[in-house]
Nanobody, 127 residues
Framework: QVQLVESGGGLAQSGGSLSLSCAAS????????MSWARRAPGKGFEWVSG????????YYSDSVKGRFTISRDNAKHTVYLQMSNLKPEDTARYFC????????????????????WGQGTQVTVSL
């Protein structure tokens, strides 16, 4: 019943911007931390950004800090990723993931802490 549906991916130029959305359903969205992770061709999953269940605390990987902004609207059951100053190395499929424990958010950069994943949305950044 848990569903995570990403949208907003596409093609952007270096230095450009994209906004991703993840629509969640089938669980108490406001009780769980959420993250974005990405997977480039030939590489494993890379954690990108996370946000606590109430949205008061955000976290970013070193590679995107200062360029990406994560946010959430619990009333809309949606988490967002605003991506700015995009680089070719940001090219990947971006996935939304639900943290496995309620009202707790730790080791958020570890992929095994997430129990549900969306199908992803492709982001391609050209030179």
């Amino acid at each position: 019943q848990v569903q995570l549906v990403e949208s907003g991916g596409g093609l952007a130029q270096s230095g450009g911007s994209l906004s991703l959305s993840c629509a969640a359903s089938g669980f108490g969205f406001g009780n769980f931390g959420m993250s974005w992770a990405r997977r480039a061709p030939g590489k494993g999953f890379e954690w990108v950004s996370g946000i606590s269940s109430d949205g008061t605390t955000t976290y970013y990987s070193d590679s995107v800090k200062g360029r990406f902004t994560i946010s959430r609207d619990n009333a809309k059951h949606t988490v967002y990723l605003q991506m700015s100053n995009l680089k070719p190395e940001d090219t990947a499929r971006y996935f939304c993931a639900k943290y496995r424990l309620k009202r707790y958010f730790a080791d958020y950069d570890k992929m095994n802490e997430y129990d549900y994943w969306g199908q992803g949305t492709q982001v391609t950044v050209s030179l």
